[in-house]
């Protein structure tokens, strides 16, 4: 596989469940204060970034997820001033409605076809057991995405995405507390079973200089173990981590595992967006310091070699 450094990396945060207008800038989070977006951004529930990478083979960029609606990845695009058309690939993380809620309006707006990179698994239906019963299941409307010229690319190991994208396919479970979460169903040959997350993937760049850049959308799987499945590919030192951690439905033991393991990689950013859980984001901040950056809508995280 041919992945080619990058020599800067343009995260933008599309969608997230949270949004501060007063949170303060650092040299490598730039904020959306009030004013300088096209209008007001929107915060919900779900995710998507819009990446940008360049290096010795030109400016490449993909979408990461659709959020839970179109409503919010549309709106904030336009207020971002981001054209769906000229989004080159698609790239979804796992089979979760709030990650592809917003792909049909998506492909809608942009009109033409697009490459979808996804695990296999990622279209079968899946489904959550909560204490007042079953959210779901909800399943990738894979024939209507097609008809609105979705290209879909399914892989299950390591795959090179415009040059600069690694996915890592499939995630081993090797860290003993990051185990697969009860209330999560997926439904197999009409069977209703432990949903242990086959398809969700996580992207990971390598930037000159600096190191591996590593995105999650929920870690399902254990953002730990992404993040060793990020190092077996691309042997370098962590030096970013983003996304959400799925720590909110975990007990505190597992969370200070999580802290004390990511502290450990040595990274010199840590963003927990999404899914991560309040207790975890604070557990985060407490013992990160510096390297750790709280995620808003609208935010801009850049990093040049």
């Given at each position: ?11 933008r ?12 800038s ?5 904020r ?6 096209k209008?007001?951004l929107m915060?919900g529930?779900?995710?998507a ?22 409503v ?8 971002l ?18 990650h592809f ?6 492909l ?5 076809g ?13 489904l ?16 209507e995405?097609?008809?609105?010229g ?28 990051e185990?697969?979460?009860p209330a999560?169903?997926?439904i ?13 993937q996580a ?23 992404m ?24 007990d ?11 502290k450990?990689?040595g ?23 510096d390297s ?12 040049e070699?």
């Amino acid at each position: 596989m041919d992945w080619t450094e990058t020599q800067r990396v343009r995260i933008r945060i599309l969608v997230d469940n949270y949004i501060d207008v007063f949170e303060p800038s650092t040299e490598l989070v730039k904020r959306i204060t009030p004013g300088q977006a096209k209008k007001p951004l929107m915060a919900g529930h779900g995710y998507a970034l819009y990446i940008e990478a360049d290096g010795e083979k030109g400016r490449h960029n993909l979408l990461v997820d659709s959020s839970h609606s179109d409503v919010m990845l549309l709106h904030n695009m336009e207020a971002l001033g981001i054209n769906p058309g000229s989004v080159e690939v698609f790239f979804l993380t796992h089979g979760h409605v709030d990650h592809f809620g917003g792909m049909v309006g998506f492909l809608q707006a942009r009109g033409k076809g697009i490459e979808v990179y996804t695990h296999p698994d990622s279209f079968l239906p899946k489904l959550v057991v909560t204490p007042r019963g079953k959210v779901g299941p909800w399943q990738l409307p894979r024939e209507e995405l097609e008809s609105l010229g979705a290209r879909f690319v399914t892989n299950k190991g390591p795959t090179v995405v415009g040059d600069y994208f690694m996915l890592t396919g499939e995630v081993p479970r090797e860290m003993p507390f990051e185990k697969p979460w009860p209330a999560a169903k997926v439904i197999r040959d009409g069977k209703e079973e432990l949903d242990v997350f086959a398809d969700e993937q996580a992207l990971v760049m390598k930037v000159r200089n600096r190191g591996l850049v590593v995105i999650a959308g929920c870690s399902h799987p254990g953002i730990i173990n992404m993040v060793k499945q990020a190092q077996r590919m691309g042997n370098e030192k962590v030096f970013a981590v983003i996304g959400g951690f799925h720590l909110g439905v975990v007990d505190q033991d597992v969370i200070e595992e999580t802290v004390m393991h990511l502290k450990e990689t040595g990274a010199a950013l840590v963003v927990p967006c999404h899914c991560t859980g309040f207790r975890a984001t604070l557990r985060l901040a407490e013992v990160l310091g510096d390297s750790f950056a709280v995620n808003c809508v609208g935010s801009l995280i850049e990093i040049e070699s």
